[in-house]
């Protein structure tokens, strides 16, 4: 007889790990394939399948079940969830080490991420050299469960950061969602550093929230290391990275500095310079002195400057010629790779002998002092860059010094703009800028970064710092920072004018990446010697990017303060006009409707004053936003309405076609859906045709909603579908995800459930990913109506209780009803038709006592339970069941929905 065939069924497992390996397999899905689609980092799958890890149910039940196959598998949903929520639910600070398969697992509340726009690790072109101690040591430290916080510290040029880098790569597989680095090398004062972690992390201000909020709210939900560089130059931040830790507690951070950051719970690690050999070379003969040149291969310093030397001038080798030289040139360096790569670097016009003869007639690099001083250190880089840059002819060294004005980089035309004298009889000729960047670069002064269109070029932060000295004493420093801010004023302009056509993607991209020169150039403006007009031109153009991009706090700030230094000057008025609309509309946009009413005001009435017809359209627009968002329909219409005839008057389709589709919407509430269609067809025709993506994304997204609220379906879907292919062009993943959401709503209406599941997976993905904590819920619940019709009451249940958690944090009421309604459907799902009809009654008489209103699919999942209760109750029994839920009390069942 054949033997008997085993059978596997969801009770063959009582292990989650081996279960989800099982049904990996099945799903035919590689551990690297599986977290791609669940987005968390390929390496952690192997912790999960392990059982030192275990997603929580929310991401369980929304991203694991429909990757596995089991949408429509209640029984194996089940024995998932069972197996996952058996273990220990207290959540413990993560160990980063490997324990056993048998130890108790840590439960997973770090979300995946898809698509973020996550800061990766800087990736390093040339091997590490003589760290192995190090690396070991510091990945030890940072593995361990109770360690949250480590400091490398040393000197300048020491290799803080590469051996940071370089750990955190080691350590990759502790974190699910990798690992996160925050350059602060262009950040100078402490007040920057939670910005620029911020744009780490990709997280826009896009809520009343303060930033430091935002930032933990988006943390809670990460498994992140934070890989922060160069923090010296804001250590009075420090409490802040205290505050934030304090409050994530799945988030470790890996600072490199000068100076330890003096808090609890830091572990200082000191990073030394590389160790070089004690005695001096004692062969006398060349074949003794060739014997010890293996040796002296060993220590890491001679390898560096053999490497670097190399790199330069590929026939370099170490003789017994030569030696000695390289070898007194480490030790005068102190072994301080930077200062070792700098000194190898000039191998190409002199010979090591030839640096040593140099080092002793120029320059004391000896610095009085112990050896393990901070400040002999610091004297002995800068000996070292001091030396190199006294090496450079005078266009070289004044082209240096100039360039220190960039920050985060600079392109080879602002330097020929910035750097390049004009006048007769010039320092610095423009036409020369080029050929000097290539020749800095060639002297490892200068790096440089190949990107797809054109090549930037940075410096390294040390010889950045040291720049920064010699232009300030140099007496050039007021007019090369002037135009500094010129250019960028300029460019900003520039790009105002292509963020409204065809370009703009583009342009943003622009922006984006020249975003620390601006600030850097707005911080020059306010100064007393800095030209405010610039300053003034700079901020009134930047400020349609920020708006774009959703810098709306930091935005509002820099207008602010350009405000208050161009105050009672009536030369600025124009400008100011400008500058009063756009911090205005940003104000607005952080639900401070009171400052922003003001500022569009005072815009309007400077505007008026200056017959400016333009910048009159642009404050309108944004007082019919603000009254918009005080529900004021009629205040916001009559803005629109004078905001659209100047439009017309004066052709300013960009502005036109985004306040034709505002009129829409407001048609649209007031029930004029016909002409709220008419209107909105107007605005994507006049999008259309000066090239707008942003207003055809808008204008389309708008007639998509219209047409939901007519219920024509189809066409309602289509308008989203077109409103989300210009929306993933533009990048605008805030956009992206409210548009899933708004299409799952629309295949849920037309019944198509799976593809309204599948929409709404993305949308709950998206809005993970850039921590948008206030639109999660409803995905979830999505989700939920999804599962249901698939079968799987189970991850219904657990979908819709977490979507129901998400609005009680909330206190969204209507998001709590529709919750209730929702898990009305699993009751009725599980045969409990009284109850279900119970909490139906409940919610309607809520709606009609209280005014609240409900979604479509809330709507239409309400009617089906109570039809349903109709039809399986008899009279008696279905009055009896609804009004018991007229009677219960909303909270009460609440709670209980919450527990069970």
Not at 600 to 624: P, V
Not at 640 to 669: F, H, K, R, V
């Amino acid at each position: 007889m054949p033997d008997s065939l085993i059978t596997v069924s969801p009770d063959s497992f009582v292990d989650f790990g081996e279960l989800i390996r099982y049904l990996r397999e099945r799903s035919e899905l590689s551990q690297r394939e599986l977290a791609l689609q669940v987005g968390y980092h390929y390496s952690y799958m192997s912790r999960i399948e392990n059982n030192e890890r275990i997603p929580d149910a929310a991401t369980l039940m929304a991203r694991f079940i429909p990757a596995l196959g089991l949408d429509d598998e209640p029984i194996w949903t089940a024995r998932l969830l069972k197996l996952a929520t058996s273990q220990e639910k207290t959540i413990s600070p993560r160990r980063g080490a490997r324990t056993p398969a048998s130890s108790t697992p840590t439960i997973d509340t770090a979300l995946p991420v898809s698509g973020t726009s996550l800061s990766p690790l800087p990736i390093s072109l040339t091997p590490m050299l003589g760290r192995d101690k190090e690396i070991a040591a510091v990945t030890k430290i940072l593995s361990r469960f109770d360690v949250r916080l480590v400091t490398l510290i040393g000197p300048p040029g020491v290799g803080k950061t590469r051996l940071a880098i370089h750990v955190a790569n080691e350590a990759a597989g502790m974190f699910a969602h990798g690992e996160v680095f925050v350059d602060l090398s262009s950040v100078n004062d402490p007040k920057g550093f939670l910005p620029a972690l911020a744009e780490a992390l990709g997280v826009r201000e896009i809520s009343e929230m303060s930033l430091m909020n935002r930032l933990i709210n988006t943390l809670r939900q990460k498994n992140l290391l934070l890989v922060i560089d160069n923090f010296e130059q804001v250590v009075d931040a420090a409490p802040q990275i205290l505050q934030i830790l304090s409050n994530v507690p799945e988030i470790k951070a890996l600072v490199t500095s000068r100076e330890a950051l003096r808090l609890s719970g830091e572990n200082e690690f000191t990073v030394a310079p590389f160790p070089l050999p004690q005695k001096p070379l004692i062969g006398q003969l060349n074949q003794e002195k060739q014997a010890q040149i293996e040796d002296l291969m060993t220590f890491a310093a001679i390898q560096l400057f053999t490497q670097r030397a190399q790199a330069v001038q590929p026939d370099f080798r170490l003789t017994s010629v030569n030696i000695e030289a390289v070898l007194e040139i480490c030790r005068r360096l102190d072994g301080l790779p930077l200062a070792i790569e700098l000194a190898a670097a000039r191998v190409k016009t002199l010979t090591p002998q030839a640096m040593l003869s140099q080092f002793e007639r120029h320059l004391d690099w000896l610095a009085h002092g112990t050896r393990d001083s901070s400040k002999t250190w610091r004297q002995t880089l800068r000996g070292a860059i001091e030396w190199s840059t006294n090496l450079l002819s005078e266009p070289e060294r004044i082209l240096m010094y100039r360039l220190s004005v960039f920050s985060d980089g600079w392109t080879s035309q602002s330097a020929e703009a910035i750097c390049g004298d004009a006048q007769e009889n010039p320092l610095l000729r423009r036409g020369e800028i080029l050929d000097l960047l290539i020749q800095l670069a060639d002297k490892s002064l200068v790096i440089t970064d190949k990107m797809e269109e054109e090549t930037r070029f940075r410096f390294l932060e040390t010889i950045h710092n040291f720049a920064r000295e010699k232009l300030a004493g140099s007496g050039d420093e007021t007019q090369v920072k002037n135009r500094h801010l010129a250019y960028f004023a300029g460019f900003a302009e520039e790009g105002e004018k292509h963020l409204d056509d065809a370009s703009q993607v583009e342009w943003a991209g622009r922006v984006e990446q020249e975003h620390a020169n601006i600030r850097a150039a707005l911080d020059w403006g306010l100064r007393a010697d800095a030209s405010l007009r610039d300053g003034l031109r700079l901020a009134a153009a930047v400020s349609r990017f920020w708006i774009r991009r959703s810098f709306f706090r930091e935005g509002f700030e820099w207008l602010t303060a350009y405000l208050r230094r161009a105050a009672d000057e009536p030369e600025h008025d124009l400008i100011r006009a400008k500058i009063l609309y756009r911090a205005g509309g940003m104000a607005g946009y952080m639900f401070d409707y009171t400052s922003g009413y003001r500022l569009c005001q005072q815009s309007i009435e400077l505007a008026r004053k200056l017959q400016h017809k333009h910048y009159l359209a642009g404050a309108l627009f944004y007082t019919n936003e603000i009254a918009l968002g005080l529900g004021q329909l009629k205040e916001a219409r009559a803005a629109l309405e004078e905001c659209i005839s100047l439009c017309w008057a004066d052709y300013y389709p960009q502005l036109l076609n985004l306040s034709l589709a505002s009129l829409g919407m407001i048609l649209d509430t007031g029930g004029d859906h016909e002409g709220a269609q008419s209107t909105l067809e107007e605005a994507l025709a006049i999008a259309s045709l000066v090239d707008d993506n942003w207003g055809i994304s808008h204008a389309l997204h708008n007639l998509g909603a219209v047409n939901r609220h007519i219920q024509k379906y189809d066409e309602a879907s289509d308008y989203m579908e077109r409103s989300l292919e210009v929306t993933l062009k533009i990048g605008d993943r805030r956009a992206e995800g409210i548009i899933y959401a708004n299409l799952s709503i629309l295949y849920n209406l037309k019944d198509n459930y799976i593809k309204s599941g599948d929409c709404a997976e993305k949308a709950f993905a998206i809005f993970q990913s850039i921590g948008d904590e206030f639109q999660q819920p409803f995905p979830l619940r999505m989700m939920g109506y999804a599962a249901l019709q698939a079968g799987n009451p189970v991850r219904a249940r657990i979908l819709i209780q977490e979507s129901l958690k998400g609005n009680r944090a909330l206190e969204d009421v209507p998001g709590q009803l529709a919750c209730a309604v929702a898990t009305a459907n699993c009751v009725l799902a599980e045969k409990d038709v009284k109850r279900a009809v119970s909490l139906c009654a409940l919610i309607e008489s809520r709606m009609n006592v209280d005014g609240v209103k409900l979604l479509e699919p809330d709507v239409k999942a309400l009617q089906g339970v109570l039809e349903q209760g109709k039809q399986k109750l008899s009279k008696v029994k279905y009055t009896s069941a609804y009004e018991e839920g007229q009677s219960m009390k909303l909270d009460d069942e609440i709670m209980k929905l919450l527990e069970e």
